[in-house]
Structure formats: C-alpha cells, structure tokens
C-alpha cells in the first residue's frame, strides 16, 4: 500500500508546484476533472473490496467518464446550458453510492474478523 | 497484484494533482476576488477625490485664465489713459505757448515797416508814415497764414493785446515804440512769405501807403513767455 500514497503525495507536490492559471470558462472541466477521478477511486475501491476489480473496466472507465464529462461540459458552453451540472451529479450519488458500499462492506468484514 | 497497485497509483497520483492544483485555483481566484472587492471602495474613493482634484483644477485654471485676462484689460487701459494724459499734456503746452503762458522759439520771419524816407514838401507827413492800421494789417495776415506766435519790436501781442496810434509812436498794451516796426512771427517760414506777399496783398497796400517793407526769414525766433 506504499506506493498509492507515495504517488497521492507526489501529485499533491506537483499540483501546488504548478503554478498555472487556466481561463474561468475552464474551471468547469477542472471541478469535472476532480470529480472523475474520485469516483473512479472510489470505485475502484469497491471493485477491489468486492473482489470484482478488472483494470480494463477501471482504467477505460476512468478515461471514458473524464471524456464524457467534458463533452458535456463542452456541449454545454456552445448551448448556453449549464450541462456539467449533470455530470457532477451523476459522479456525486455515484460518489455516495460507492462510499456507502465501501462502508458496508468494511463493516461487514469487521465482523466477520470479530468472529 | 503489482499492476493493479500501480493503477491505484496512478489514479491517487492524478487525484492529488487534481486537487491541489484545482486549491490553488480556487485560492488563487478567491484571493483576486477578495482583493478586487475590498479595492474596490478604496479605488473608488481615490478616484473620486481624484475627480475632484481636477475639478478643482480646472475650475482654478479657468479662474487665473480670467484673473490674467482681467490685468491685460487693466493694464491695456492705463496705457490707454497714459496715453491720453499725454495728449493732454501736449494739448495743454501747445495751447499754453498758443496763449503765451510759455516762452516759444522757432523758425520765423521778420517784417520791417519804416516810414518812408522820403516825404515830398506838398504832402502831409501824415500820408507817410506808418500807422497802427498797417501794422493790423500785417498781424492779421500772420495770423490767418498760420502764424504760432507774433511780436513787435519784441513785445509779444496776446490774443487781447491793442495796438493803437499813439502821435508818432504806436502803443502795444500800454508800451510806445517808435518806428520802425520789425514784427516777428513764428510758424511756416514760406507759408507766411507767401501768404504777405500775395499780389495785392498786404504788402501790396503797405507799399502803395508809402510804407517801407522789408521781409526776410529768420531762424530761431525767441519769444518770451507773459510776464505775469
């Protein structure tokens, strides 16, 4: 488990170490961007404590939601629509949902330990 | 095993630069933000005092440009009345010399009237002499050609002088002088030649009266001023 958290903080260095400044019409993508990745995490996570983990899926869904995100979040600029919003939604009660799982499953397997 | 923790860490590697940098963003945007809007009263108080100031300034810069106007007024106005001062003063000494309060000195001509030299036995002297009548004759003339001043045998005629005859002597405001008369004029030296010598003219008649008349120009003429 050394390396996750090695590269967690390397990206945290590198994030404050980066000192760009990128137009606001792109913040949206940016809070997207976020958004995807932590799902992703956290689905992989699951994945991972359900025994289910495939990295085609984790990595094609990584990439595939960041991508489709931005697209709406694109549409939406060109359409004068706030269309991201669906996207942070759909990532957020998936957020939700895969912490409630996790947490289930956690507990569960607390249990099981205790026994 | 090892493949699945390097795409964990891939995934937490981009996660942490993500938000970070997304932090920094935010921070970065807040900070503009909070410091545009609490300049912003500052900015517009400054801009408001300086808005004032060249209100102020203009509204001075107007004031001198009429204070500057108002002294070239004045001062075009002394000058003007300077200027008529010393018209006046000239007036005033012209006028003075014309009524002899002032001496006067210029070029001139003098006229000799003497009674004639020769008088026949049969005649009366009377017919030969030089009267007072001449001598109007000869002033008058002077003056209507111009003359600035005029004086018999160096006393000065005013514009109230009398001149009258008085025996054998003709009596200018009281004083006698005996012939010959030499009466001085300042002013145009050929105006007067001219104007006395004019066919039957003035000294036409004086000569035709017996009187002898001799004309000549004379320079710096002086003329005392009247000694009251």
């Given at each position: 488990?050394?390396l996750p958290a090695?590269?967690?903080?390397?990206g945290?260095?590198?994030g404050?170490?980066?000192?760009?400044?990128?137009p606001?019409?792109?913040?949206n993508y940016l809070?997207i961007?976020?958004?995807a990745?932590?799902?992703?995490l956290?689905g992989g996570i699951?994945a991972?404590?359900e025994d289910k983990?495939?990295?085609?899926?984790?990595?094609?869904?990584f990439?595939?939601?960041v991508?489709?995100?931005?697209?709406l979040a694109?549409?939406?600029?060109q359409?004068g629509?706030?269309l991201?919003?669906?996207?942070i939604f759909?990532?957020?009660?998936?957020?939700?949902q895969?912490?409630?799982i996790?947490?289930?499953l956690l507990?569960?397997k607390?249990r099981f330990?205790?026994k | 095993m090892?493949?699945r923790?390097?795409i964990f860490?891939?995934?937490f590697?981009?996660?942490g630069?993500?938000?970070?940098?997304?932090?920094q963003?935010?921070?970065?945007?807040?900070?503009?933000?909070?410091?545009?809007?609490?300049d912003?009263?500052q900015?517009y108080?400054?801009?408001q005092q300086?808005?004032?100031?060249?209100?102020k300034?203009k509204?001075?810069?107007?004031?001198?440009?009429?204070i500057?106007?108002?002294i070239?007024t004045q001062e075009?106005?002394?000058?003007?009345?300077?200027?008529v001062?010393?018209?006046l003063v000239?007036q005033?000494?012209n006028l003075?010399k014309?009524?002899?309060?002032l001496?006067?000195?210029?070029?001139g001509?003098?006229?000799?009237l003497?009674?004639?030299?020769y008088i026949?036995e049969?005649?009366?002297?009377?017919?030969?002499?030089?009267?007072?009548r001449?001598?109007?004759q000869v002033v008058?003339e002077?003056?209507?050609?111009?003359a600035?001043?005029i004086a018999?045998?160096?006393?000065?005629?005013y514009r109230?002088s009398?001149?009258?005859?008085v025996?054998?002597?003709?009596s200018?405001d009281?004083?006698?002088?005996p012939?010959?008369?030499?009466i001085t004029?300042?002013g145009d030296q050929h105006?007067?030649?001219v104007?006395?010598?004019?066919?039957?003219g003035v000294v036409?008649?004086?000569?035709?009266d017996?009187?002898?008349?001799?004309?000549?120009?004379?320079?710096?003429?002086?003329?005392l001023?009247r000694e009251t």
């Amino acid at each position: 488990m050394w390396l996750p958290a090695l590269f967690l903080v390397l990206g945290l260095i590198l994030g404050f170490l980066t000192n760009i400044t990128i137009p606001d019409i792109y913040a949206n993508y940016l809070s997207i961007a976020v958004l995807a990745a932590l799902d992703t995490l956290f689905g992989g996570i699951r994945a991972q404590l359900e025994d289910k983990f495939d990295q085609k899926v984790f990595i094609t869904g990584f990439f595939f939601n960041v991508s489709l995100a931005a697209f709406l979040a694109f549409l939406g600029v060109q359409l004068g629509i706030d269309l991201y919003l669906a996207a942070i939604f759909a990532f957020g009660v998936r957020l939700f949902q895969n912490l409630a799982i996790i947490r289930r499953l956690l507990l569960e397997k607390y249990r099981f330990i205790k026994k | 095993m090892k493949s699945r923790k390097l795409i964990f860490a891939f995934v937490f590697f981009v996660l942490g630069f993500l938000l970070t940098f997304s932090y920094q963003y935010t921070k970065s945007k807040n900070e503009v933000t909070q410091l545009s809007e609490k300049d912003w009263e500052q900015d517009y108080y400054y801009r408001q005092q300086l808005i004032e100031l060249e209100d102020k300034n203009k509204q001075l810069r107007n004031e001198l440009a009429n204070i500057r106007q108002e002294i070239q007024t004045q001062e075009q106005e002394l000058a003007n009345e300077a200027d008529v001062l010393k018209d006046l003063v000239d007036q005033k000494l012209n006028l003075q010399k014309l009524v002899g309060e002032l001496s006067v000195s210029g070029d001139g001509v003098a006229v000799t009237l003497s009674d004639s030299s020769y008088i026949p036995e049969e005649e009366h002297a009377n017919q030969y002499i030089v009267h007072d009548r001449h001598i109007h004759q000869v002033v008058n003339e002077l003056y209507s050609a111009g003359a600035k001043a005029i004086a018999i045998n160096g006393q000065r005629i005013y514009r109230h002088s009398s001149i009258s005859c008085v025996g054998p002597v003709i009596s200018i405001d009281g004083n006698n002088f005996p012939a010959p008369f030499v009466i001085t004029a300042i002013g145009d030296q050929h105006t007067l030649e001219v104007s006395l010598n004019l066919q039957n003219g003035v000294v036409d008649n004086l000569v035709q009266d017996n009187v002898e008349v001799k004309l000549e120009k004379k320079s710096n003429i002086e003329m005392l001023a009247r000694e009251t």
